[in-house]
């Protein structure tokens, strides 16, 4: 490797920023672009150039610039089109929202709302009574709050209900979530001790009673709603664990997860609770999301009974966890729809895409394939409702098999995921393959374009 010291190094003749940005390429971008902006893309240009051995750009100093510029003023965050068949992809946002949630979105950020402030009194009001009455309506609960994620949720609720003494699961119920959480490290932080009964594979009611001691505060029951466990299983059901806790002057919660209001069994997704079911159970608190299979922004839902919540909305927790307007405004906006079931079905994309009968993916398919022509055939298969929600459970779909002759799998996913917009497919069998129950109809053109240039590039 040549010394940066040796005066033949060609490092050293790597021009200076100032003259770079003279040249009239990039002189002319100051012109377009903030002049920040512009200088940070040349100093990184000459940078990348640096760490090649001092190679200028083979496409020249002011291609170079302006490629970099572009990159840079990019948005980080972008739209894309899921073309995976996994319906709520933790990775691609969860739930997309409803016209009307994007509606209410759009129109509280145009300006100024009452956020918190009460308009009948002309006073400081709270943003903690803004969904309260409709999820009071549509779940029958005393009470209700929301926060910004179900995580923030059940860590208010065990900070609120069991700080400073001992809460009682099972180990078969020790979840982790998303991103390495998991529930022993939420409980640890909210100040509550973790009390662990059972098995991995088997607890029983006399766990519970065996474990209550005066310093008991909460008996919890976390749905498994990532993973199963068959075979040799026993576990107490949430009615019972809330009989033990109010025999024994402790609260219950329970930790929901997804956040079901329907019952979807009709379309062969069954096993999942509803948030109605928890709450039948007796619990003092009931622990959900919103951007699961409610179909809403992603949001902490903490309802039950009213002594119960009210002690959630005081604790010093809830306001480092409070949500935000944008929220607020699509969470309620996505609840009002569920006033009529019917409605709920066809307009939150969620809620339609589970129950979307498989003949009109197939004919989605078909134009699919059609468009794509060579290349691409159509077959069966199995889409999944993701989000950590009905595990185990395949739904059937129609598939766009992809089978390009001389371009690896590899190759060809990440050529749609360099598309604009982004084409997000999975490899199956060793081919590429397109779930058109993800990809909205709007979309299929979008999708054609992209997988033609793949395939042709």
């Avoid at 512009?38 to 302006?66: C, K, L, Q």
């Amino acid at each position: 490797m040549t010394d940066p010291r040796d005066p033949r190094d060609p490092r050293r003749r790597l021009p200076a920023v100032d003259a770079v940005l003279a040249e009239p390429d990039v002189a002319a971008l100051v012109a377009a672009h903030p002049r920040g902006l512009v200088v940070r893309a040349v100093r990184d240009t000459i940078e990348h150039a640096r760490a090649n051995g001092g190679a200028a750009p083979s496409e020249g100093w002011g291609a170079a610039v302006r490629a970099r510029v572009q990159r840079l003023a990019a948005p980080s965050l972008l739209p894309l089109i899921n073309a995976t068949g996994v319906v709520l992809h933790t990775n691609l946002g969860r739930a997309p929202l409803a016209r009307t949630a994007r509606d209410a979105m759009a129109r509280i950020a145009a300006g100024y709302s009452n956020l918190e402030y009460d308009l009948a009194q002309g006073t400081r009001g709270s943003r903690h009574a803004l969904c309260r009455d409709l999820l009071v309506e549509l779940t029958g609960a005393e009470d209700a709050i929301v926060v910004n994620n179900a995580a923030g949720a059940l860590l208010v609720a065990l900070s609120a209900l069991a700080r400073n003494g001992e809460a009682v699961v099972s180990r078969g119920e020790l979840v982790e979530i998303g991103g390495a959480f998991r529930i022993p490290d939420i409980m640890a932080r909210s100040g509550a001790t973790l009390v662990e009964v059972g098995t991995t594979n088997r607890t029983h009611l006399r766990d519970y009673e065996g474990a209550v001691s005066d310093r008991t505060k909460l008996l919890l029951k976390v749905h498994r709603s990532n993973f199963e466990i068959t075979g040799f299983t026993a576990e107490v059901s949430a009615q019972e664990i809330a009989g033990v806790a109010h025999a024994h002057g402790a609260a219950s919660l329970y930790d929901l997860g997804s956040g079901l209001l329907m019952d979807l069994s009709p379309w062969g997704l069954a096993g999942e609770p509803t948030v109605a079911e928890a709450l039948a159970s007796g619990v003092d608190a009931v622990v959900f999301s919103g951007d699961k299979l409610l179909g809403g922004p992603q949001a902490g839902i903490l309802l039950g009974a009213r002594a119960a919540i009210d002690a959630c909305r005081k604790d010093p927790l809830a306001r480092a966890v409070r949500s935000d307007k944008f929220t607020l405004a699509a969470l309620e906006a996505t609840l009002a729809v569920y006033r009529d079931p019917e409605r709920a079905l066809v307009e939150i994309p969620v809620l339609r895409m589970l129950t979307e009968d498989v003949e009109q993916i197939r004919q989605r398919a078909e134009t699919l394939h059609k468009d794509v022509g060579r290349d691409s055939e159509i077959v069966e298969g199995e889409s999944e409702v993701g989000g950590g929600s009905f595990p185990g459970v395949k739904l059937k779909t129609w598939l766009v098999r992809l089978n390009p002759q001389q371009l690896a799998p590899d190759t060809l996913v990440a050529r749609l995921r360099a598309n604009d917009p982004p084409i997000i497919a999975r490899i199956a069998d060793d081919r590429v393959v397109l779930d058109p129950r993800t990809i909205f109809p709007a979309e299929l053109e979008a999708v054609t374009r992209a997988v033609r240039a793949a395939l042709d590039a």
